[in-house]
């Protein structure tokens, strides 16, 4: 069959898209990869999607790779698509799909709603044929007008088996103003971002997260399976499409790992993997871990074979919001103390340390996010802080309980952009802004040479935020965006 997939996300994916083609061609479909790979405009103009035109006469299906900050333009193309061809049909997959069917179904005639690897090649090979597709299991399916969501197949676990990621870019295309073949240069360019702005290619290596957090898609995949499942490559199958595919790419420069958390197999994996990666890969990496899985022994390993980045999740500074609004089972303190055991590594191996929190959160009290603050004035200057701003993915018990507690309304494609990084939204008021004014001044490295700590204490302090509240919410959102 003739397949084009699309994928929408802002950046330039390495994630299930590029598994989901190569699992089709390995079944010998045919497939064209668009990547509508630029964070903005969000929405795409008439004139863009009509270059589509060429392809789509060519095209027996339509399939679409979707995260849920971009599902705006899932949907223009999937409308442009059907005006123009009626009877074609657009598959949904991606993020944004799963575990939530009924979301895509509005505008998708069919939707993977799970893992897609087991299930995708049978659906395409039944609608090929012309056999009935509607039972496929992960998948659901609009049959005019009405919803048919099947059941769910148990966590799929033998990664190794999966073909590589397809980087193969003689069928891979970008979509931004014009449509245009994907080179090497653009892939590059377009691979170069935070935090080294030099092409970073991220990489996954396992299925799953040890953690449970209210705000996380994980939690739709924890629902469905019933349990939390973590699945790991092996390391020759690692090794091996690593190597195949940097010998491809040969401009990358570092590798993500994106797995969320590194550390969760046991010690005899990064032993092996240390040996082989240094002589066949080589490359400086980064990856995710959590307080309570990080482990000095396997650092040490991974740190002689190139680890140059860790990553790891605080989120909030105050204990209630992490136990109660976040339902993490990891001590503030704990991060803390990983951050003293990992911070000598900065100056001996050049250990780049990266700290996530999240911030305009409606359910912190002002107390809650001045702690958050402390926790990151009390930061060394060369720990990089990386500040997010909540966003209610639907499915998620956050998510619900905002909807419940009228804070948000439910989910609309239009105005979904808004609940991603942005302006603030929840929380105007001072201990916010001094967040958002303590990382602009680290950004400009004013801290370094002008602003002894303890001015950032008096800031914090009850005093001051006494003084403070008596301005006005819109006064710190207007201070807040000209810090942000
Ligand atoms: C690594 C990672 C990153 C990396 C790399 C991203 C990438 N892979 O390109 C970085 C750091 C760059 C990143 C960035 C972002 N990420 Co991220 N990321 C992840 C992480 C940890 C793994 C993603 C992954 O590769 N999964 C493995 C693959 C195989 O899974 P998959 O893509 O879902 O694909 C499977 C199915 O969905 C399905 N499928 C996928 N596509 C399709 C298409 C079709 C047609 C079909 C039928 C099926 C299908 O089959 C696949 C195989 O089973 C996840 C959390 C997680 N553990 O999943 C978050 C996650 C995906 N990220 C998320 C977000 C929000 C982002 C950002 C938007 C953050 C931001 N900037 O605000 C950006 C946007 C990235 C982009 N591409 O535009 C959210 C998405 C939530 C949502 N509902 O959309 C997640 C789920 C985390 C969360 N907070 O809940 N991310």
């Known amino acids: 069959m003739k397949i084009t997939l699309i994928n929408v996300s802002g950046r330039l994916s390495s994630d299930g898209s590029r598994l989901i083609s190569a699992l089709l061609k390995r079944a010998d479909h045919h497939v064209n990869s668009i990547f509508l790979a630029r964070p903005e405009p969000l929405e795409y103009e008439p004139d863009e999607l009509e270059q589509l035109d060429d392809m789509l006469k060519e095209t027996d299906l339509v399939m679409i790779a979707v995260y849920s900050s971009y599902v705006i333009r899932a949907v223009q193309v999937t409308e442009f698509v059907h005006n123009k061809y009626p009877g074609m049909k657009v598959i949904w997959g991606g993020p944004h799909c799963i575990s939530m069917p009924e979301l895509s179904l509005r505008y998708a005639d069919g939707v993977c709603f799970s893992e897609g690897d087991q299930v995708v090649v049978d659906l395409v090979n039944k609608m090929e044929t012309g056999v009935d597709h509607i039972n496929t299991p992960n998948m659901a399916f609009n049959d005019r007008g009405s919803y048919v969501v099947n059941e769910v197949l148990p966590p799929f676990s033998d990664l190794d088996s999966l073909p590589y990621c397809d ?109 082989k990666y240094k002589k066949k890969v080589g490359l400086p990496f980064g990856i995710a871990i959590s307080a309570n899985t990080y482990n000095r022994e396997k650092m040490e390993i991974l740190l002689d074979c190139g680890l140059k980045a860790i990553q790891m999740g605080v989120q909030s500074g105050s204990q209630r919001v992490l136990d109660e609004v976040y339902n993490r089972k990891i001590k503030v303190s704990k991060t803390r103390d990983i951050l003293h055991q990992i911070d000598p590594y900065q100056k001996t191996h050049s250990l780049d340390f990266l700290l996530d929190f999240i911030i305009d959160n409606p359910y912190e009290t002002r107390d809650d996010i001045i702690q958050t603050y402390k926790y990151l004035i009390d930061l060394p200057l060369h720990v990089r802080i990386n500040i997010f701003f909540l966003a209610f993915f639907p499915g998620t018990p956050i998510y619900d309980s905002a909807l419940k507690d009228g804070i948000i309304k439910s989910f609309s494609e239009k105005s979904f952009r808004f609940y991603t990084r942005g302006h603030i939204r929840y ?14 001044l680290r950004r400009q490295l004013i801290l370094q040479r002008h602003m002894p700590s303890f001015v950032f204490r008096v800031l914090g302090s009850h005093l001051v935020r006494g003084i403070a509240s008596i301005f006005p919410k819109s006064f710190y959102a207007f201070l807040s965006k000209i810090v942000q």
């Open 167 to 275: 980087y193969n870019l003689d069928d891979q295309f970008l979509l931004d103003r014009r449509l245009s073949k994907m080179t090497k240069e653009k892939i590059k360019e377009r691979l170069a971002g935070y935090p080294y702005y030099i092409p970073i290619l991220y990489f996954l290596t396992s299925r799953g997260c040890p953690h449970n957090c209210s705000f996380c898609n994980n939690i739709r995949y924890i629902t469905m399976f019933g349990r939390n499942t973590m699945r790991f490559q092996s390391v020759d199958r690692i090794i091996y499409e690593l190597e195949y595919t940097l010998n491809y790419l040969d401009f990358i420069e570092f590798l993500g790992i994106g797995d969320d958390d590194f550390f969760m197999r046991p010690k005899i994996f990064f032993e092996d993997f240390a040996k």
């Open 427 to 440: 929380q105007k008021n001072y201990e916010t802004f001094l967040i958002l004014l303590f990382r602009f």
